[in-house]
Every structure is written in C-alpha cells, then in structure tokens.
C-alpha cells in the first residue's frame, strides 16, 4: 500500500503521478484565484458561500496530501523540513489561524512543484547553480551585511546630529533616524523624511554616493558567483 501510494504521490513519471501533480496545480492554480475573488468587495452571499466550501475542500485535499507525503517518505522528518515540505505546510497553516491577516497567498509558493511535474530541467540546473554560488559568495555577502549595518548605523548617528535640533519629532533619536539612512543607503529615497539645514544636505550627499557603490556590490557579486558556478557545473559534466 505505502510502495502504490509512494508511485502515486512522487513518482510523477508514471501516469497516475502525472495525474495527481497536474491535478495538484489546478487545484493550486483555482485556489489562488477563488482567493483573488474573494478579496472584491461586492461578493454576493452565494458566491461568498461557494468560495468557502471551496476554499475548505482545499484545505482538506491538501492537509491529506501533506500527511500522505510524510507517510510516504523513507525519511519524515527530511520531508518535513526540506523546502517543499515547508511549503506544503505553509499552505495549509493560515487556514487553522485566527487573526487579522490571511496569509493563504502564500500558497503561491507551491507552484515550484510544477517543475518537477513539467520536468522543466533547466530550472532544476538553474537552482542548483544558484545554490553553487551561494556557497561561493557567502563569506563576501557576510562581510558586505556588516560593513552595510556599520554605514546604516554611522548614517542614523550623523544625520541625527545635523538634524536633530532643527526636526526633532523626525530624527528623535538615533534608532528614528535609522529608517532615513536605510532609504537613503539604498537610494529608494521616499521624501517622506528628508534634511532642511545645509550639515544635512552636504551629509546626505556623501551617504548617497555610498548608497550607489552599496546597491551595486550585491549584483556583482552575485553575478560573478554565477559565472563560477556555470563552470563548476561544466567542470562536474566533463568529469562525468
């Protein structure tokens, strides 16, 4: 029984899996947009009533589906904290959760199964590079995340100085000016909170001219990152 289930659920190669993966998406696909509807503000109660029972008939085929995989599994507990096994519990959590926030968008994320039921093996390559030149470039985006929270902290304390006395409701404090140095470091800029006095100005100048260098650091070296894994990954096929 476990062997049949197992050929069903993960073997998608064989014409059940098949059935059952695509069957998934669908699923998947008109729960996003029975959710998408459920969001316009003149729903009439039919319709209210009918994305509800819909919306709990998903719930149900997938927490079955979740459960079904980890009995399935040679290994549960891999299962269950592997990435796919986070996202399928991620999308049957919100329901079981009361509060202001509805969070069942993130069963978008699911949709990375399709690769698998498409056999889309370019992506599968593409996300084990990616996964290459993580490990690559770890040790730099470390170091690039201290040096940014030291410029994030030097930002908050200078333009707190320059203008503290002329908007002190604004830049109240250090940790109040931090949220003008994150927008400006990264050069998004909003106007919502911006210097008047002329330290301030001249200030805001040079940080915005690191903010430059530290937006761009992060895509080269991502970048090269890549580059080296593409040729580890040729190297790894060469020596196959």
Not at 149 to 173: D, M, V
Not at 209 to 226: D, F, K, R
């Amino acid at each position: 029984m476990k062997e049949k289930l197992w050929n069903i659920i993960e073997d998608n190669t064989s014409k059940k899996g098949k059935i059952f993966d695509y069957f998934i998406q669908i699923l998947i696909l008109l729960s996003l947009i029975a959710f998408t509807i459920e969001t316009l503000p003149n729903n009439s109660k039919n319709t209210i009533n009918i994305l509800k029972y819909f919306e709990l008939f998903c719930i149900i085929f997938f927490s079955i589906e979740y459960f079904l995989r980890i009995y399935v599994s040679k290994k549960p507990l891999k299962y269950i904290f592997s990435f796919y096994g986070i996202i399928d519990f991620v999308a049957i959590f919100p329901f079981f959760l009361s509060g202001a926030y509805d969070f069942r968008s993130l069963r978008a994320f699911r949709i990375f199964r399709i690769f698998r039921a498409l056999k889309l093996i370019r992506y599968n390559k593409a996300i084990a590079r990616f996964h290459i030149a993580a490990k690559i470039v770890k040790e730099e985006i470390i170091l690039f995340l201290i040096v940014t929270s030291i410029f994030i902290f030097l930002a908050s304390a200078g333009i707190y100085f320059f203008e503290n006395k002329a908007q002190p409701e604004i830049f109240t404090s250090v940790i109040h000016s931090g949220w003008w140095a994150i927008v400006t470091l990264t050069t998004v800029g909003y106007g919502d909170v911006y210097p008047i006095t002329v330290g301030g100005k001249i200030f805001t100048f040079f940080i915005l001219l690191i903010g430059v260098g530290i937006v761009t650091i992060p895509a080269g070296l991502v970048a090269s990152a890549l580059s080296k894994a593409r040729e580890v990954e040729e190297e790894n096929i060469k020596n196959k």
